[in-house]
Nanobody, 124 residues
Framework: QVQLVESGGGLVQAGASLRLSCRVSGLTFSTTVMAWFRQAPGKEREFVAFISSSWTGGRTDYADSVKGRFTITRDNAKNTVYLQMIALRPEDTAVYYC???????????????WGQGTQVTVSS
C-alpha cells in the first residue's frame, strides 16, 4: 500500500520560511518522480514543483510563481521529498499536496498517488 504523509505546514507571516516534508512508503522511491501541488480555496489544484528520479539526475522544474523562492529536494535514504519555501507571500496560502508517479506530464495534477495535504497560511 502506497502512502504519502506530508508535514511541516503552518501559519507564518509574510517573508517567513517553511519546509514541507513528504515521507513515502510502498513504492521504489528513488525511481519515482515526485511533485508538490497546491490548492487555494475556490481554485483549482496547481503545480508547484517536481523532481525527477535519481536515475535521471534529479532534474527539477518550478511554477513561475515560485521560482527563486521554493526549492524541491529528495533524500532517497529517507524516502522523503522536501519543499523549502522562503520569502513566503499571502498568495502562497493553500493546502500543499505531495504527489508521486505521474500518469502524464509531471507538471499536471495527474498522478497515481497523493498525500492528504498540509495547510500553509501566510498572513500579511
Amino acid at each position: 500500500q502506497v502512502q504519502l504523509v506530508e508535514s511541516g505546514g503552518g501559519l507564518v507571516q509574510a517573508g517567513a520560511s517553511l519546509r514541507l516534508s513528504c515521507r513515502v512508503s510502498g513504492l521504489t522511491f528513488s525511481t519515482t518522480v515526485m511533485a508538490w501541488f497546491r490548492q487555494a480555496p475556490g481554485k483549482e489544484r496547481e503545480f508547484v514543483a517536481f523532481i525527477s528520479s535519481s536515475w535521471t539526475g534529479g532534474r527539477t522544474d518550478y511554477a513561475d510563481s515560485v521560482k527563486g523562492r521554493f526549492t524541491i529536494t529528495r533524500d532517497n535514504a529517507k524516502n522523503t521529498v522536501y519543499l523549502q519555501m522562503i520569502a513566503l507571500r499571502p498568495e502562497d496560502t493553500a493546502v500543499y499536496y505531495c504527489a508521486a508517479d505521474p500518469k502524464s506530464r509531471a507538471n499536471t495534477p495527474n498522478y497515481n498517488y497523493w498525500g492528504q495535504g498540509t495547510q500553509v497560511t501566510v498572513s500579511s
